[in-house]
């Protein structure tokens, strides 16, 4: 088991920066995948960017160059970098880890970029 906890979701105008925070309640180092998703209103959730245990990362077509997504195994957090918000970024962004078999997600942080 392991309890996610999201923080650092505010609001931003666009162009501005944005850092998410996930605070893992256990060890991460040896969690298979990390990931942040996203879901705006009245839309699926969707991936946004992930990153393996052994440090590879993937992202969103709509966000690469802008998030980077990183890990801290010795603090058991995780972390997303958002760049040159834009308002299409809007949405309410969850902490994901997959450990094996198991799936854990966060509750979720708001992220609302004004134009």
């Known amino acids: 088991q392991v309890q996610l906890v999201e923080s650092g979701g505010g609001l931003v105008q666009e162009g501005g920066s944005l850092r998410l925070s996930c605070a893992a309640s256990?060890?991460?180092?040896?969690?298979?995948?990390m990931a942040w998703y996203r879901q705006a209103p009245g839309k699926q959730r969707e991936l946004v960017a992930r990153?393996?245990?052994?440090?590879?990362?993937n992202y969103a077509d709509s966000v690469k160059g802008r998030f980077t997504i990183s890990r801290d195994n010795a603090k058991n957090m995780v972390y997303l970098q958002m760049n040159s918000l834009k308002p299409e970024d809007t949405a309410v962004y969850y902490c994901?880890?997959?450990?094996?078999?198991?799936?854990?997600w966060g509750q979720g942080t708001q992220v609302t970029v004004s134009s």
């Open positions: 994901n880890a997959v450990d094996g078999w198991s799936e854990y």
């Open positions: 256990r060890i991460i180092r040896t969690i298979n995948t």
């Open positions: 990153i393996t245990s052994a440090g590879s990362r």
